[in-house]
């Protein structure tokens, strides 16, 4: 009888997850829908591409590049498409804590958030963004898809953008920053106001070593360049 109740449950409970995750999908699908009926992800993305403040990818440092994909989204060049393992890690993270704390958002996601969204959480929006990512990968390379990303992000003390960011914290172009400066500027992006370096380098530099970490994690640079590089933040 026990035996019976449990399976009735599994059962009730299975069918009211695919039920609620439908509604979900859907919701977040109108909203891309939405979203994209004003302008198509290709007219919004060579309005960045053609304005005045783009850098483009080969003249932003490579150790930029590796500094941002490494801390942000690893598989980034390597994966096409959806990146599954990251959203069912952040879904199953985000339903044991009942809200939207983990992101799980890949670049192109965050790219689409930037673009077309606010920044308040919640799991329809989260959805939405994935409808974005074969949209994206239909009409820009991965390379236009990164760039267009550090152009648009904001690092803290009204920079908006790499170009804004390198002049205005560091006096240089995009493509002239030390692994120093760059492991920096990739670590800012995910909370600007707390990082940003008007406030100090206190948090801005516990940043930088998770962002190093990760470049060393991931064959960026060596452990050498790591500790090489831990050590100016004493300087």
Do not use: C
Request: hydrophobic share 40%; charged share 25%.
């Amino acid at each position: 009888m026990i035996k019976k109740i449990i399976i009735w449950i599994s059962v009730i409970f299975i069918v009211f997850s695919g039920i609620v995750f439908s509604v979900l999908v859907y919701q977040g699908y109108k909203r891309y829908e939405e979203a994209t009926s004003i302008f198509t992800v290709e007219e919004v993305g060579n309005q960045v591409i053609n304005s005045d403040y783009y850098v483009s990818y080969e003249k932003i440092d490579e150790d930029f590049v590796n500094a941002l994909v490494a801390i942000e989204d690893n598989r980034f060049f390597k994966r096409k498409g959806i990146d599954f393992i990251a959203i069912g890690r952040a879904v199953v993270f985000n339903l044991i804590k009942g809200k939207v704390s983990q992101g799980g958002s890949t670049i192109t996601q965050q790219l689409a958030k930037n673009l077309y969204f606010t920044h308040t959480k919640s799991l329809t929006r989260k959805i939405a963004e994935v409808f974005f990512v074969d949209d994206f990968e239909k009409n820009f390379t991965h390379e236009e898809i990164f760039a267009m990303y550090a152009n648009v992000i904001y690092y803290g003390d009204n920079n908006y953008g790499i170009l804004d960011a390198s002049k205005n914290y560091f006096g240089k172009s995009p493509d002239d920053l030390s692994l120093y400066e760059a492991s920096l500027l990739a670590g800012l992006p995910q909370s600007p106001s707390k990082y940003q370096l008007s406030n100090g380098y206190e948090e801005a530099h516990k940043r930088q070593k998770k962002v190093l970490s990760a470049m060393l994690k991931y064959g960026y640079i060596t452990e050498k360049e790591y500790n090489d590089t831990l050590s100016l933040q004493n300087e």
